[in-house]
């Protein structure tokens, strides 16, 4: 979830709210608020919510939510003279542009917060610059009226943000930073996409702005350059900027727009999303009358067309709107999730335990009737731990924990290997899967349950682990086992047997031999079995 | 019932009727002290009387006296090795050793030998000493004079003390039987158990070690929840560790280039699986291409990964269709971190699934109540929350004494984009509640790697209450 860090004196005077109050309301506006020191709040902002990624969506959402202001805030927006001029980016091909007058960034907190909103649109929306990013601008800096979106040359050199010299954009992309985190998404045959005004280049999209046009704290307005690989994302996220400004007292510019489907910029784009009373109703399971929801959704900061239907005006900053669903979560949320009454389902049906489960609990009971102690391990092992074919994790954190476990065997020994210093004897078992290699299944692997059983002592032999096993799979299943002489590459030669249920082979059994133990670092005697409790359930 | 040590006294005592408390004492190899608390010991129980009990002194041989009782004294030895021809001190030295010096002086105060140089001239051929005959003597009990008497305890061979004498008298004989430790079959077949003592166990000392067999704490806290699930009504099913990446993500709404789908999120298993036949891909494609705007690809979602969420169990469920069903899984869930004592790389989550034609939001909220209900939450709120796959979507906080409000479940109605193209068309809710945090609340674990402890005596030190 993204975190976003607010001044906590600018957010209480903006909204007229006290900590408890922010914390209460922002609760119930899926956000966590923690302070960070005694200026400052942290604040844990739902994905889904990129309008509150910035203090002026916060602010006007907790308006509408403490009933302060209702529905959308009516925005002032002004027509100039600047013009956008897009030419063909095959590799970044939308571009918008747009200006916003009596920017606040003084004191520098409110410029800080304007550049996180920027870095956070870039994690989310932007998908690390990829899909979507933005460049800002002093507007007066930036020479005459016509910016251009272009190819140029890699060759091309201007100033880079925070850069003393001129340098090559190709330079840029080798050296800075940003060039080595972000240069190689969009360039292509030895051009770059660039942003540029009568002067030169203003910035080199996804990567760097120049210095040249550089916002400080006494900036006042801005020019903001949205790029990307889809035109809707591009026009939200500049909806998403220029709203967020505009709360806080800024005053949008509208340039127009040359070469991209639509003539001027930025979009504001409103969208309609009709919805039923009765479907929002019948989803949340509450009774609210069509005035109520009309003034819940316009406590959201949106507003509703009330025609022959119902239809929600989605405003530009609520980007996550779909469909009725999302209508009736708004209304829900300004609702309260408090207030809906809960009654118990109880009871209403029955319900039944899996198969698997119904086994794990006996087969574990007659064991613990027969002393051993039921141990609980980890799935995921060190594949030098095991032997066959295992599965490996192409992407593992650690050596220790490199694969799945393909037997419960190796976390048997394991387990005993480490409690050799432990009172004696030390008898175990594990109920739990594995994962084996299976071609019928849609992922060519299958978990499988299998029941490990240990005895570690200074002196065993075979028959204290045999005739426990050979009584707790009698008293399960009702059909003695029997045994059948066969050598096992982990356990000692002439003492080891498969377990032979119905001319079923459900398991082997026998002593561990000598360099397994070693292997595990082991200096006690151990028996061991295994037994297929998907096998022994095609017995029963 | 006689104690062994009883019955040795009783037994001379048959013999005797009278004696004294040493001779006793004598007689069974007790020491004093014992003769005395046994004697009383008999008495409280009427077997024996005591008659007198007078101070006596009493003459002892030491131990060097007992060993000079034995062996003959030093000056004895010293004549017997010369036997009756001179020796160099060095060379009695070396035979008598310590014994010499003391022999040496003894002989020559008694004239048995004279001295010359370095060497010694026997005047006799053998001896035995008077004190000897007088040790014999008092060990066979019989009376010194007091002469010799002196003149051994000078020598610290005999000593004397007061020692307390009893005369006790056998008042009344016991019919006392064998003592066994066993009681047989044997014994209880021919009935000759009447003719036995049963030695008594020492039944106050602590017991050796017995290992007993024990459930595992935390498995018997999953096996809780889902007893707790089956009593709600719902059904329990299972899904597998190695997931593609379509019931993992796709089908959840999860678009293939959201940050959570990056691979140092998920843990990657090498190669790829096969789709689903039907419709349920061109429908999950479509749904994706069209909300979150990008080119969603097959081979993607055929990528294999461990499952990050037991939801991915949620989607195989939906993936046929039900008409009506209330299910959960409960089981392994993976996902890189780093490990530390509240994190592991993999846990547990519970995941359950509602589809009912009339199922609300508010019906939703209610089971995750009736769940936490159960497993001893008594207060919880709700978060309005964000899920890809759900909406309205909530997230459920439990208050827990001692730690305030903690963050337990997720969950949500699923949204139309996630059960239209599997062919569900009923309202749907679903959660996710991890376990093992669950179990470390309720436990009283501080460290996640407990839950999955390699150490026996930990799970044999777990009380079960």
Known sequence: ?????????????????????????????????????????????????????????????????????????????????????????????????????????????????????????????????????????????????????????????????????????????????????????????????????????????????????????????????????????????????????????????????????????????????????????????????????????????????????LAVVVPPYRVDIMNYTDVAEDIAMAYGYDRFTLESRRGMVTGSLSEKSEIYRKLRTLLIGAGFQEIYTLVLTKSDYQRGEVVRIANPISVEYDSVRNSLLWNSLLFLSNNQHSRFPVKIFEIGEVVRRDESKDTNYANATRLAVAIMDSKVSYEILQSPLHQVLLNLLGIAPSYRRVDNDILMRGRSAEIILRDERVGVIGEANPEILRSFNLLYPVLLAELDLDALRRVI | MLSENELKILDFLRKRKESTSQEIGEATGLPPSSVFSIIATLESKGIVKVISEETRRVARLTEEGKLRAEQGLPEDRLVSTLNGKPAKIQELKSVLGKDFEIGFGWARRKGLIIVENDTVIPKVSSHVSPEYIALKDLQAGKEIEREMLDSLVKRKLVEVKEEKVLKVQLVKDVEVRPAELYLTHEMLTTGSWKNYEFKPYNVEADPPFFPIGKTHYFRDFIEKVKDLMVGLGFVEVSGEFVETEFFNFDMLFQPQDHPAREIHDSFVIEGRGKLPDGDLVKKVKEIHEKWWRYSWSEDNARRLVLRSQTTAVTARVLSGAPRAIRAFTIGKVFRPDSIDATHLIEFHQMDGLVVEENFTFRDLLSTLRDIFQGLGVKQVKFKPGYFPFTEPSVEVYGFIDGLGWVEMAGAGLLRKEVTEPAGVYSPAGAWGIGIDRLAMLFLGVKDIRDLYSLDIEYLRSRRVI
């Not at chain 1, 969506?57 to 939510?65: S, Y």
């Open chain 1, 1 to 309: 979830m993204p975190t976003i860090n607010l001044n906590k004196w600018i957010l209480q005077d903006l909204t007229r709210l006290n900590e408890q109050e922010l914390v209460d309301y922002l609760f119930r506006l899926k956000s966590e608020v923690s302070p960070v020191n005694q200026d400052e709040y942290s604040i844990e902002v739902n994905a889904d919510r990129l309008d509150m990624l910035s203090l002026g969506g916060i602010v006007r959402a907790l308006k509408g939510i403490t009933g302060r202001e209702l529905g959308e805030p009516k925005y002032t927006v002004r027509d100039t003279d600047y013009v956008l001029e897009v030419e063909r980016v095959p590799s970044r091909p939308y571009a918008l542009a747009c200006i916003v007058y009596n920017v606040k960034l003084n004191p520098d907190l409110y410029l800080k917060e304007l550049i996180q909103f920027q870095e956070k649109l870039h994690d989310t929306i932007g998908r690390r610059r990829k899909k979507v990013a933005i460049g800002i601008h002093d507007l007066q800096k930036v020479e005459g009226k016509v910016i251009r979106y272009a190819p140029v040359p890699l060759s091309t050199t201007f100033v880079p943000l925070y850069q003393e010299k001129e340098m090559s954009v190709k330079d840029v992309l080798q050296e800075t930073p940003q060039g080595k985190q972000y240069g190689n998404i969009s360039v292509w045959d030895n051009y770059s996409p660039a942003i540029m005004d009568e002067k030169g280049i203003l910035s080199v999209p996804p990567v760097i702005n120049s210095d040249r046009t550089r916002i400080t704290e006494n900036t006042r307005s801005l020019l903001i350059d949205v790029t990307g690989t889809n035109f809707d994302s591009v026009v939200e996220t500049m909806d998403l900027l220029v709203t967020g400004l505009a709360e806080l007292g800024g005053i949008i510019g509208r340039i127009k727009v040359k070469g991209m489907n639509v003539e001027t910029s930025p979009v504001l784009r409103h969208t309609l999303v009709p919805f039923s009373l009765e479907d929002v109703n019948r989803r949340l399971g509450i009774n609210v009358s069509k005035d109520e929801a009309v003034t819940l959704i316009r406590r959201m900061r949106m507003e509703v067309e009330t025609g022959d239907g």
